[in-house]
């Protein structure tokens, strides 16, 4: 979108006035090209279109049409003109009130702005108000986010994406004032600028490694056999519901075994736990193998509930719930310990799981627990994080299009191969369409851990990842005790938490494979890039622990599994800084709590709030959640009455409940509300459809389309990285020492001892990592560990 050069004006340029930012607001002024002054023709797509200036206006003697006669895709839109002379001047971290008039026919129509980049220049910034089909003159106002670090001006207008018309009038743009008092320290000078952890006096009674938000604001956590096979030999599988307000916990019967299945919460609030733990391994055959089982979970009797069986098992699989409620999922072990190639669906209309003919197929082994996160077009962004060893072939990570069938590569991910536990988020807002992803290593090579991140932007046309600021270094315990982390050492098992003030909490990790437990936290600040050391967690959070955001804006972290087999029953809560500034903000009413896509909904609160947003309840494993996402609200105030707008666009907020929080100019949260954003029933009414962008239209990268049918991928038993010969199945001697550990059995069995692995019994005749020279069926026995 080119600057339009004014030229020869007929007449005298509508100026704005002190308050109004926008240059001739009402089109009385002609500019060139048919368009007004400071007004240019903008939009992308196949659509049939025109621009006019009519007279019949809301005031003064013109207003200005868009009208779309027919659309296959993109929009049209009447922008204020990219230029210096033009777009209004914004200040960093300020908010503006947009405003105008309008009539339309159509419900597709969307008040949009860009922004200037002082160094990259003008992009898309974001759609802040759906506006309501209206034969009369009607007005729209909005408030805009704060304006990001580098941004120096604004354009903005209306955009038409569906056939009808939309004409406006009277634009308005004017500061918001700043009534924001100085936040009130009400901790130690050291918490309110590094939060505060706090250990809960009564422990996790299951062994979970899934915990999944519920709607009710409890948290359901599954364990199954608990990575313990001799609760799985005894067929005793857990799951408990903890309650955060009275710190309570309910264990409840669980039918099969949870262990490392998928799991994410459907449209209704219920809970759809895909697959699971068939077997465990065993030394010198085969290894975990998954079923084809699936249940659901109602948190209003907290039982389960089996649904049809999956068309192949998925031990360790992905789950993506998509933007009409539907599910997809990816990858996983099978039945027989060969890696599952098949992607399974479950309609959210048909509440099942569809037959293998109905489900498109590329037949891609996509690895187990792969980060699938979906795009603002319904498309899958891939990553590259994922649990144990390699990444995928080529870059590492790719765009998945479900309907061409296709999978194109998309480059720059950093040592994809060293990317095992990684966390990969969505970044704050959903509408940015970026995505961070932090840390990691590889169980098999076993390495030390990485302090690598890595960003995309996604609304680039050929997107690709940068490289982001390392992650900041912590303590390591390396079997003698913490000492500070050096070189490039970082962490895998990472958690990554999106809170309600925008920002990032990263949080836990180790060092190894099942190892080593690092002791480090920070916020990652979106706007600026930077990561903030804070408090870190007192407990160790390594493999099978997990961390996510309660409803009272605290974060909860649970669990670690290292590779002697024990457990950490204890529970951490994190209180961030923003808890620790004084008085929340409260919501004291929210009118309607079912919501649709391109709706406005109105909340009372009892002070002012710079913003508002939809956060959706965690259900995270092994570093995993690729469904968390923060959706930005604007919002249009009247004192103490704000009406929040909501996206027209379900990919990107797929149906569900969510987390509402209102949040005042010092980052300081209210405690959520709980809201529904409709699914496919929603989408059936009159009501607008999805606003959709031209984003990655243009990836230059290899791509793949459906390969011949397969049943499986082979895939090793060791894929855990654990020697199966030694100890229980819950043990895991790595089938690779770190480095610096010598190849003798000495040196092996130091380690093992210094990580209290206790007496392990050699399993069969073979000993592969010659921990048991002696040959007496006892590793590291004292006959063993003098020997070279």
């Known amino acids: 979108m080119g600057a339009l050069t004014a030229g020869l004006l007929l007449t005298a340029p509508q100026p704005a006035s002190a308050a ?10 002609d500019g060139t090209d048919g368009m007004p002054y400071c007004w240019e023709k903008s939009g992308w797509g196949d659509n049939d279109f025109t621009f006019s200036t009519v007279a019949d ?50 419900p597709d129509a969307a008040v949009t702005v860009f922004r200037h980049d002082a160094t990259t220049g003008w992009q898309y910034w974001t759609d802040l108000k759906t506006l309501q089909t209206s034969a009369d003159w009607a007005e729209a106002s909005v408030r805009t986010p704060e304006v990001p670090a580098g941004t120096d001006r604004i354009a903005w207008g209306v955009s038409v994406y569906g056939t009808g018309s939309a004409t406006t009038d009277d634009y308005t743009m004017e500061q918001v004032a700043d009534p924001v008092p100085d936040p009130v320290c009400t901790g130690t000078a050291q918490e309110c600028a590094d939060g505060r952890w706090d250990v809960l006096p009564v422990q996790n009674p299951v062994r979970s490694m899934h915990s999944v938000v519920l709607d009710n604001g409890k948290v359901l956590l599954i364990a199954g056999s608990g990575n313990s096979e001799e609760m799985f030999e005894a067929g005793t599988f857990t799951s408990a519901v903890y309650d955060p307000e009275n710190g309570t916990y309910h264990q409840i019967p669980t039918p099969k075994d949870m262990f490392c299945a ?33 249940y659901v979970f109602d948190p209003a009797t ?10 192949d098992g998925h031990w360790y699989p992905s789950a993506t719930e998509l933007g009409n409620g539907d599910v997809i999922s990816f990858g996983g072990l099978r039945e027989d310990s060969t890696g599952s190639v098949t992607a399974e669906r479950f309609s959210a209309a048909e509440q099942k799981w569809l037959p293998l003919w109905q489900v498109n197929q590329t037949w891609s082994y996509w690895g187990l627990y792969p980060s699938m996160i979906l795009m603002q077009d319904g498309r899958l962004f891939y990553s590259g994080s994922h649990v144990f060893g390699n990444g995928t072939p080529g870059t590492g990570s790719a765009v998945y299009d479900y309907d061409a069938g296709t999978v194109t590569a998309i480059p720059g991910l950093r040592n994809k191969d060293e990317r095992d536990q990684s966390a990969s988020v969505l970044l704050p807002p959903a509408q940015d369409q970026r995505v961070l992803t932090l840390g990691g290593g590889n169980i098999d090579s076993n390495p030390d851990a990485n302090r690598l991140t890595d960003i995309i932007d996604l609304k680039a046309a050929d997107p690709a990842y940068t490289a982001g600021p390392p992650l900041p270094q912590g303590t390591v315990d390396l079997g003698v005790g913490q000492v500070p982390e050096t070189g490039g050492q970082g962490k895998m098992y990472v958690s990554a938490v999106l809170l309600p003030d925008g920002k990032v909490l990263e949080t836990g990790g180790a060092l190894h494979n099942r190892a080593n437990p690092v002791f480090e936290s920070s916020l990652f600040d979106p706007a600026t890039s930077v990561f903030d050391p804070v408090a870190a967690d007192p407990e160790a959070r390594g493999y099978h622990s997990s961390a996510f955001l309660l409803p009272d804006g605290r974060v909860m972290a649970t669990g670690d599994n290292p590779g002697n087999g024990t457990w950490n029953h204890d529970v951490s809560i994190y209180t961030p800084p923003y808890l620790l500034k004084g008085p929340r903000p409260r919501i004291t009413s929210v009118i309607d709590k079912e919501w649709v896509y391109g709706d406005t909904q109105r909340i009372t609160v009892d002070r002012p709030v710079a913003k508002a947003e939809l956060i959706r309840p965690a259900a995270v494993t092994h ?37 509402l929080f209102a949040v005042d100019a010092n980052g300081v949260p209210s405690v959520a509300e709980w809201v529904h954003l409709q699914g496919h029933s929603a989408l059936a009414r009159d009501t607008a459809s999805a606003h959709v962008h031209s984003f990655a239209d243009a990836p230059g990268g290899a791509v793949a389309k459906p390969g011949k049918r397969r049943t499986s991928q082979k895939v090793s038993p060791t894929v855990s990285g654990c020697d199966r010969h030694y100890g229980s199945a819950n043990v895991c001697v790595p089938t690779v020492f770190p480095r610096g550990v010598k190849k003798s059995a000495a040196a092996r069995c130091a380690w093992l001892d210094a990580h209290d692995y206790g007496r392990l019994e050699v399993n069969g005749g073979d000993d592969p990592l010659r921990l048991d020279p002696d040959g007496d069926g006892r590793a590291c026995g004292k006959g063993d560990v003098g020997r070279r």
């Open 20 to 29: 109004n930012l926008v240059k001739n607001p009402g089109f009385e002024t």
């Open 262 to 294: 998928g799991h994410v919460q459907l449209s209704d609030g219920r809970v759809l736990v895909m697959s699971g733990n068939q077997a465990y391994p065993v030394a010198g055959g085969h290894g975990y193998e998954g079923f084809k089982e699936s």
């Open 623 to 659: 570093s995993s959640d690729p469904n968390q996402r923060f959706v930005d609200l604007p919002l249009s105030v009247d004192g103490n009455n704000v009406d929040l707008n909501v996206t027209s666009n379900p990919d990107l907020a797929p149906p569900g409940w969510y987390m």
């Open 302 to 311: 907290e039982t389960y509930s089996r649904t049809n069986d999956l068309n």
């Open 57 to 106: 206006a809301h005031s003064g003697s013109r207003a200005m049409k868009v009208e779309l006669t027919r659309r296959v895709d993109g929009d049209r839109k009447a922008l204020v003109t990219e230029s210096a002379d033009c777009a209004p001047v914004v200040t960093e971290g300020k908010q503006y009130d947009l405003g105008l008039w309008y009539r339309t026919t159509t």
